[in-house]
């Protein structure tokens, strides 16, 4: 009750322990976070390499006009195959290809498949963007929460406190400043691929008319 009766008399006191009290939360989940943002770097390298084939409007243009003429002369597998070469080259625009099928070629039905790819998109540009936001966010938090106990063992004349705690607070500071770092190229790379596979995958529908 003494306890309670003190920190209700000092909340200054009841801060400095509820922060002193997520050192350890915030060192834990921000190295999970390097961790994946190490996992997401190597998936963005694995991504990138197989998008070694160059995208060529020319061909694009081609194979939609093929596609169309196939569709028109009633045949959806051949206009199928014709879009699938035509946006196939990128990543989400394989994925929207592979879900076409002759039987559900109606407008509604193609509409939706592109609004599931767009939302698609947008979940695997969250994760990065996350990163960006929450890395500095949490290297800011290991760097201030230190730097209290550092300051009384400075008071105190406790050298190996003092240093300590500003070891803590500052490779925080680093770390969370390289997990926002991986985040922000990943997503900025990422955004400028992905919109141009949707824009390539919008201009293959209006070429075919679907």
Known sequence: MDTIAYYLTHPSALIYVTANALMYPVIILELVLLVFSVFEAGRFTVEMSMRRHRRSLPALRDLTDAARKALAGGDPEGAIAHLGEAVGTSGYGKRFAGRLTPEHMGRAHI????????????????RTRMLVRLGPILGLMGTLIPISPALVGLAQGDVQTLSDNLVVAFSTTVVGLLIGAIGYVISTVRERKYLQDISDIEYALEITEL
Request: net charge negative; no cysteine; charged share 55%.
């Open 111 to 126: 509409v939706k498949l592109l609004d599931d790819t767009e939302s698609e998109v947008r979940r695997r540009l969250e």
